[in-house]
């Protein structure tokens, strides 16, 4: 697509539910990233997929989460239970390794409102 | 030390200043620093990169590199009050065969009309 698609934009979910979060990268785009902000944070990287390369999932906060991405395109953020600290507008981003000045595309993001 | 600093501000100037945003980072192994800009409830925005050491300019932003001093600046000259926006320093960490962007938290700066 034109630009990176996130999904839902807004979820409201309960404690201790799982929820699932949508990104769809700009076609062709190989590298996607996960980050999450938290209201007057900065961005805390979570999670990197590049290719067909075994993911960086470093800065995953706990095994509570967890990240997927199917055939090199749509990536799934999955958290489970869900914590109120939790809350947090989860944003995606790609880009293509090609460009020699790569830099970030960011989705609109899902703000994620645990209750 | 954290990766990437920024001056939180706020910063405010009036319409038609010079508006300088600074950032320092912790990584001597990094080669690619970018500006973005995030307009209030609005996901980030990428403005400016460099690579080089030295100035580069681009309307009326300019980005500055120093990798001796591990110091990257961003100016903008006449600001607007559409330049009000928090703006956000991120900076290439290479790990491992990784590349990913860290991003400093960001420094909100006000222009006045």
């Known amino acids: 697509g034109a630009g990176v698609s996130q999904s839902p934009s807004n979820k409201v979910t309960e404690k201790g539910k799982d929820v699932e979060l949508r990104c769809d990268p700009i076609?062709?785009?190989?590298?996607l990233y996960w980050y999450r902000q938290s209201l007057g944070q900065g961005l805390e990287f979570l999670i990197y997929?590049?290719?067909?390369?075994?993911?960086?999932k470093s800065g995953l906060p706990s095994d509570r989460f967890s990240a997927e991405r199917t055939g090199g395109s749509v990536s799934t953020l999955t958290i489970q239970r869900t914590q109120q600290e939790d809350s947090a507008v989860y944003l995606c981003?790609?880009?293509?390794?090609?460009?020699?000045?790569?830099?970030?595309?960011f989705g609109s993001g899902t703000r994620l409102t645990v209750v | 030390q954290k990766e990437v600093e920024q001056n939180s501000g706020p910063l405010s100037v009036p319409e038609g200043a010079i508006a300088s945003l600074n950032c320092t980072y912790s990584?001597?192994?990094?080669?690619?620093f970018f500006w973005y800009r995030q307009y209030s409830g609005k996901s980030p925005e990428l403005i400016m990169s460099?690579?080089?050491?030295g100035d580069k300019e681009d309307g009326r932003f300019t980005a500055q590199l120093n990798k001796a001093s591990q110091y990257v600046s961003l100016l903008i000259r006449d600001s607007q009050p559409s330049d009000s926006a928090t703006y956000l320093c991120?900076?290439?960490?290479?790990?491992?065969?990784?590349?990913?962007?860290?991003f400093g938290k960001g420094t909100k700066l006000t222009v006045n009309p």
């Open positions: 981003a790609s880009s293509s390794r090609e460009r020699a000045n790569y830099g970030y595309t």
């Open positions: 076609s062709g785009h190989t590298a």
């Open positions: 997929f590049q290719g067909n390369s075994a993911p960086d």
């Open positions: 990584d001597r192994g990094s080669q690619s």
């Open positions: 460099i690579y080089s050491n």
């Open positions: 991120a900076v290439n960490i290479p790990q491992g065969g990784s590349e990913k962007l860290v």
